[in-house]
C-alpha cells in the first residue's frame, strides 16, 4: 500500500518507492524534486522565495530557494539516493499578480526558477524538465515508483514531465 506524504508550503520532505510526495497551490513558490531512478528515492522541496540572504528572517531554510535545495539534497542522500545520479524536476514559478512598473514582487516566481537553475548547476545535479512560468497555480506529485511528477491545474488536462 502507498502512502501520500504531502509537503507543506515552505516545507520539504522524502520519499521511498511505492509513495508518492505531493505538494498543493504553488503559484510563484517552487516545487523542486529530487529522484534517484535507481533506488527510488526521491524529495521535495516547496519553496518561496529565492535567495535567504535577502531576508533577516530566514530561520526556516525550507521557505528559500537557496538553503532548500541543499538541504533536499542531504536528506534524499541520507535516505539513500546516490548523488551521481539523482535527476531534479521543477514547476511552480508562475506570474500569479499583474504589477505595474519594475516591481520585483510580480517577478518572484520567474527569480524562484532561476534560483532552482542555479542551485542545480553548482550542485552538478541535471535538471531533466520543468513546467514553469504563466500565471496559473499547480499541484504536483512526484511518484516514486516511475520518477513520473504530475503536474495539475484547474481547467488543464494533468501533465506528466
Known amino acids: 500500500m502507498s502512502q501520500v506524504i504531502k509537503v507543506g508550503m515552505a516545507d520539504l520532505n522524502i520519499c521511498k518507492a511505492p509513495d508518492v510526495i505531493t505538494t498543493l497551490g504553488l503559484g510563484s513558490c517552487i516545487g523542486l524534486v529530487l529522484y534517484d531512478p535507481v533506488t527510488k528515492v526521491g524529495g521535495m522541496v516547496h519553496y518561496m522565495l529565492p535567495d535567504s540572504k535577502q531576508v533577516r528572517n530566514n530561520s526556516n531554510i525550507a521557505k528559500f530557494g537557496d538553503t532548500g535545495i541543499r538541504e533536499l539534497l542531504k536528506r534524499v542522500i541520507a535516505a539513500g539516493g546516490n548523488r551521481n545520479r539523482l535527476i531534479a524536476k521543477i514547476a511552480g514559478g508562475a506570474r500569479m499578480f499583474e504589477v505595474s512598473g519594475l516591481s520585483d514582487v510580480g517577478n518572484i516566481g ?11 548547476k ?9 513546467d514553469t512560468g504563466l500565471n496559473y497555480g499547480r499541484t504536483v506529485e512526484l511518484h516514486c515508483d516511475t520518477g513520473e511528477f504530475y503536474i495539475k491545474s484547474v481547467g488543464k488536462p494533468v501533465k506528466i514531465i
Open 110 to 120: 520567474a527569480r524562484n526558477a532561476a534560483m532552482a537553475k542555479a542551485v542545480l
Open 122 to 130: 553548482e550542485l552538478g545535479i541535471r535538471l531533466v524538465a520543468e
